[in-house]
């Protein structure tokens, strides 16, 4: 599994991240030097919010903080490249090992902020910045260190080079009709009924870090007895994707 221990790319602060992914073949220059702002994907994409992908991202976030809550990472998968959500799942079940993780991780929220994009090595690239905040009181319960119940993260989303946004700016929008998705809803199109559940306009998650210094030190203790449990875990195969159906037409 891919884990390590990096500076954040864009400063030379010292700040320990834990690693989990890679940018795409190819790209990683480029996700170490973005510009700021969204300017990059908007001289390809006129119709690229800001503002609608922030909130997406972040309920992306919102969905990796459930997952660590419930020990289940299966919700992750439609949001990720394949090969960071394995290591990410495996990373997240191997944790549960310490019982007291789910309960810090109850009560995080976060603030998220679009830190720079770019557009080159054949991929849209977005990197998202957050800071998580959570109760301090549950680290004192778990005799940690309270100065530690705030962190940063940064989520890198990247997408093929040739897509593009809904007209409507939104992200999180029905593939084939483009009706409005709530992110939260599951199953079918009300319009359509066509299957909405990857729903991501093309962009995944193919790298996460974190400067949790909680997560690095279980990191750090289990890295002994990681092969021996995560060898134990057995992951569900990649699901098969059908073709969604085409919307239902008028009939002259």
């Given at each position: 599994?891919?884990?390590?221990?990096?500076?954040?790319?864009?400063?030379?602060?010292?700040?320990?991240?834990?690693?989990?992914?890679?940018?795409?073949?190819?790209?990683?220059?480029?996700?170490?030097?973005?510009?700021?702002?969204?300017?990059?994907?908007?001289?390809?994409?006129?119709?690229?919010?800001?503002?609608?992908?922030?909130?997406?991202?972040?309920?992306?976030?919102?969905?990796?903080?459930?997952?660590?809550?419930?020990?289940?990472?299966?919700?992750?998968?439609?949001?990720?490249?394949?090969?960071?959500?394995?290591?990410?799942?495996?990373?997240?079940?191997?944790?549960?090992?310490?019982?007291?993780?789910?309960?810090?991780?109850?009560?995080?929220?976060?603030?998220?902020?679009?830190a720079g994009t770019s557009v080159s090595g054949g991929f849209q690239t977005a990197l998202l910045d957050l800071l998580v905040t959570t109760d301090p009181a549950a680290f004192a319960t778990a005799g940690l260190d309270?100065?530690?119940?705030?962190?940063?993260?940064?989520?890198?989303?990247?997408?093929?080079?040739?897509?593009?946004?809904?007209?409507?700016?939104?992200?999180?929008?029905?593939?084939?009709?483009?009706?409005?998705?709530?992110?939260?809803?599951?199953?079918?199109?009300?319009?359509?009924?066509?299957?909405?559940?990857?729903?991501?306009?093309?962009?995944?998650?193919?790298?996460?870090?974190?400067?949790?210094?909680?997560?690095?030190?279980?990191?750090?203790?289990?890295?002994?007895?990681?092969?021996?449990?995560?060898?134990?875990?057995?992951?569900?195969?990649?699901?098969?994707?059908?073709?969604?159906?085409?919307?239902?037409?008028?009939?002259?």
């Open positions: 599994m891919r884990f390590g221990r990096s500076r954040r790319p864009d400063a030379s602060s010292g700040v320990q991240w834990t690693v989990i992914g890679a940018p795409w073949p190819g790209s990683a220059a480029e996700a170490a030097s973005l510009t700021p702002g969204p300017q990059a994907l908007l001289a390809v994409d006129r119709a690229f919010n800001a503002d609608s992908f922030v909130a997406w991202a972040r309920t992306v976030y919102e969905r990796a903080i459930a997952s660590w809550r419930t020990g289940d990472p299966a919700p992750l998968r439609p949001v990720m490249a394949e090969a960071v959500w394995h290591d990410y799942a495996q990373h997240l079940l191997v944790a549960q090992t310490w019982p007291l993780f789910p309960r810090l991780m109850a009560s995080a929220r976060a603030t998220a902020a679009l309270d100065r530690h119940s705030e962190w940063q993260e940064q989520w890198l989303f990247q997408r093929p080079a040739g897509s593009r946004t809904h007209p409507c700016g939104a992200v999180a929008v029905c593939p084939v009709c483009g009706a409005p998705a709530d992110p939260e809803e599951k199953g079918s199109c009300r319009y359509c009924h066509s299957d909405i559940t990857s729903r991501t306009a093309g962009w995944l998650v193919t790298r996460t870090a974190t400067t949790l210094r909680t997560l690095a030190d279980i990191d750090a203790k289990l890295d002994g007895v990681r092969h021996q449990v995560s060898s134990r875990i057995d992951l569900p195969p990649a699901p098969v994707v059908a073709p969604p159906p085409q919307p239902p037409r008028a009939t002259p």
